[in-house]
């Protein structure tokens, strides 16, 4: 079977949705069919440039459309937006062999709409990766009401669908659905390199990591908070924070603090390629998530929680979407009651900061016994792509 995959992604490594796609297509292709993408973001590598002259990454041809991010004045970004996905569509008419399968990456109401009435026409199966619903209060207001008709109408147009989390499964229970959470692939070298970072010095005590935006839907602040108090009261427990420098986030998020000065256990440590982020789990003892009981939050499934799992790191974090299926108590992490600075408090003073080294290295060892849960190389991800292959509609 002739797959295409496409949408608001950015290959091949510039996004947490770029892996997303790459490990999904390898499954694809474990089963026996061939994947090509055409990603709306991204920048080609010379490195994947081939003989042929196509670009190909993890042995899978892309070609990149710049139709994602518009840049300008409002009116620019506006026509960028309306003409999005325009560039792929005339690529998919122009193919002179049609794909059996299209698989959309979190298609909207317009996008969705104008590839059910193309598939229909070319007689192809279309399926959408559904990784997200966004809550209202996060969107402009002339967004709503296209995004909730897109979620609760159209969206059941789309016969077959790969959901992330068993939120969309239970919700779309009526369609030909394949449930995948973030996966990764163990193989690859990232997850065997070595970062040596001169500001992060040998430690007696626990270091918490996260990776990503603080900005964003992870409670970050709560948890600088939380370990600020601890270290201030002499505490052994740090925090590494990638994506972010220490001017920057004191200039952006200093009313969100309880103190007016963070304590130098609190590393900021810049962004870094997403390429090293695994290596830099390694140097933690735990990789810290809280997020708010949402619709958004239970719906999607955090990508970072998956690598830190693939990285042996056990994970500190609030029961949201399916994350309390992963997160054996006391053995491959800690499931903190809730998302508040009291809670979270509440963990490391009584549970975290109380264990010693071999504790540490049992709930490490335990996380790394279940690394086949996020692996695309699980045989039973594998069969459940069989089933859906089988049962297109």
């Known amino acids: 079977m002739r797959i295409v995959y496409c949408g608001s992604f950015r290959l ?20 026996g069919h061939s994947v090509k993408f055409i990603s709306w973001g991204g920048k080609y590598r010379d490195s994947d440039l081939c003989s042929d002259e196509k670009y190909r990454v993890n042995g899978f041809e892309y070609v990149i459309t710049n139709e994602m ?27 002179p062999e049609k794909p059996d399968l299209i698989i959309l990456y979190n298609a909207d109401y317009w996008w ?25 209060n996060e969107l402009h207001l002339v967004d709503i009401l296209p995004n909730e008709v897109n979620m609760k109408w159209l969206q059941r147009k789309v016969k077959n669908k790969i959901v992330i989390s068993s939120y969309l499964n239970n919700y779309y229970k009526e369609s030909n659905n394949l449930e995948l959470p973030p996966l990764c692939n163990p193989t690859e070298k990232k997850w065997f390199a070595e970062v040596d970072d001169e500001r992060i010095k040998p430690f007696d005590g626990i270091t918490l990591i996260y990776a990503g935006n ?31 420098t220490r001017v920057d986030y004191l200039k952006r998020y200093n009313k969100l603090l309880q103190s007016n000065k963070l304590h130098t256990n609190i590393i900021f440590l810049g962004r870094v390629s997403q390429d090293l982020i695994p290596a830099y789990y390694k140097k933690a003892d735990f990789m810290v998530l809280l997020r708010e009981v949402t619709r958004k939050n239970n719906a999607g499934f955090p990508t970072k929680f998956a690598e830190s799992m693939t990285a042996g790191i056990p994970i500190i974090c ?67 792509v069989k089933r859906f292959i089988d049962n297109l509609k």
């Open 318 to 384: 609030n029961s949201t979407s399916d994350l309390h299926q992963f997160v054996f108590d006391g053995k491959t992490g800690f499931m903190v009651d809730g998302f508040s600075q009291s809670d979270i408090m509440n963990c490391l003073l009584n549970r975290v900061i109380t264990l010693n080294k071999d504790n540490v290295v049992y709930m490490k060892n335990e996380t790394k016994k279940r690394i086949c849960y996020f692996s695309c190389n699980s045989e039973k991800y594998k069969n459940e």
């Open 214 to 244: 603080p900005a964003k839907k992870d409670c970050v602040h709560t948890v600088i908070n939380a370990v600020n108090q601890l270290a201030c009261d002499g505490k052994a427990i740090r925090f590494l924070i990638l994506g972010i």
């Open 12 to 31: 091949p490594n510039y996004d947490a949705a770029a892996p997303r796609v790459l490990n999904n297509a390898k499954l694809f292709r474990d089963a």
């Open 69 to 95: 991010d518009a840049v300008g004045s409002f009116f620019t970004k506006l026509k960028g937006r309306v003409q999005r996905g325009r560039k792929t569509f005339q690529m998919l008419q122009e193919m």
């Open 112 to 136: 969705t709409g104008k590839m059910l009435g193309f598939c229909k026409e070319n007689k192809i199966k279309l399926a959408n990766d559904i990784t997200e619903w966004y809550d209202n």
